[in-house]
């Protein structure tokens, strides 16, 4: 017995090997499977950026009685939000067709999971400290206003800031085990398979810059604004 | 295209090519759970990708290439609770192969053979191997992997190897 006998014992199996099916049953089920998930990904993308959608009025309300540095935190909450709805909409158009070659597919996918990690391994710079910088400065705030000796505001100010530190610090290694657990298996399968598909062309890496726009933006605009606070109490 | 030609085209595709997908599916999971999950995922990404297919392709070379991506996005480890689903699709399960016979092996079991073999492969190989079986031209092969034809061959020919390596324990004369 050879090869050729094991593939017409392969090629013998009935077309339709004791299947029985509900054709009608099975497309109710697929068509339910697919509003599923598209309500997913809507409410995935309204729960990303709805907590930054949130945050934006009732920091700009708390700016009005509380403190005008909140304000800037409206602004960061912004960015962060505006940044990830950019980035969800870019990464849109290179979202892998399932009908594509297994090569062509790999590529892409190996490229989105990719981008995925970059996103996750620079959480910090892309919505931690954007969201975070403005914080510290309405603790600094805070803490200057407070009618205490200058040794105790700084103590206050940095106990207000470590806590948003501390949760800073949950949040990204949350993330990096994230990446580590789900996201790099992935990525090293994806790209031994590309190289097993084509040993000459390995799939792009990682990008290695920082996003650093959001964080640059948010800090300029903070630095203005103080600038201008001064200047402007300076003036009467 | 409306829903009702999508429709149409999915219930064809079901009705003609529904063993073509039950080989994938079982060459990719083992267990019968997880190839009844990883059964409903490939219809359901056929399904989503129906309004994209103009006939460009073979409907074989489109079905072939929509199993295997989902086949290999597809994660054991990230199974959808099905509890409490009608079953939709009811199948045998395939045989279980026996390998201390060797000598008296009906279809079935050299089916499930081949099987096991498949799914012990990497899984370009397994998609080349399964497509080879099925008596897929090198052409048609290379169109659903986006490789050469060449590339095929010489592909083939170690993994011809390779599956006799993994069945000798069965099939000397491999």
Known sequence: MNFDDYQKAWQAQDSRPSVALNADALLEEVRRKQQGFRRMIFWRDVREVGVAAV????????????????????????????????????????????????????????????????????IL??????????????????????????????????????????????????????VRKGLEPRRQELAELLRSIDPEQPGAGIKSGKPLGPLLLVVGVCITAVILHHFLNAQG | MNTHEQEAIFRRWLDAHVGLMLKIVRGCAATPADQDDLFQDVLLQLWSSI??????????????????NTALAWRRGERRRRIGQETLVKYDPAPTSHPGHADALSEPE???????????????????????????????????????????????????RQLAEKLKGVRNEL
């Open chain 1, 55 to 122: 945050l934006v009025p009732v920091f700009i309300h708390s700016g009005l009685t509380v403190s005008w540095t909140l304000h800037l935190a409206a602004f960061g909450c912004f960015v962060v939000g505006a940044d990830m709805v950019l980035d969800r909409r870019r990464q849109k158009r290179k979202t892998p067709d399932v009908h594509a070659s297994l090569k062509e597919w790999a590529a892409t996918s190996l490229a989105e999971v990719n981008h995925q990690i970059w996103l996750l391994q620079n």
């Open chain 1, 125 to 178: 710079w892309n919505y931690l400290l954007p969201l975070g910088v403005p914080l510290f400065l309405f603790f600094g705030w805070c803490a200057w206003s407070l009618p205490l000796p200058i040794p105790a505001r700084v103590f206050s100010f940095l106990v207000l800031s470590g806590f948003v530190a501390l949760v800073d610090v949950v949040l990204y290694w949350l993330n990096q085990y994230a």
């Open chain 2, 51 to 68: 309004p994209a297919f103009r006939g460009d392709a073979k409907e074989t070379t489109w079905i072939y290439r929509v199993a295997f």
């Open chain 2, 110 to 160: 050299m089916v499930a053979q081949l099987y096991t073999a498949i799914r012990e492969l990497p899984k370009l190989d397994a998609s080349l191997a399964l497509m080879h079986l099925d008596g897929l031209s090198y052409q048609e092969m290379a169109e659903v992997l986006g490789i050469s034809v060449n590339h095929v061959g010489v592909k083939l020919n170690r993994i011809r």
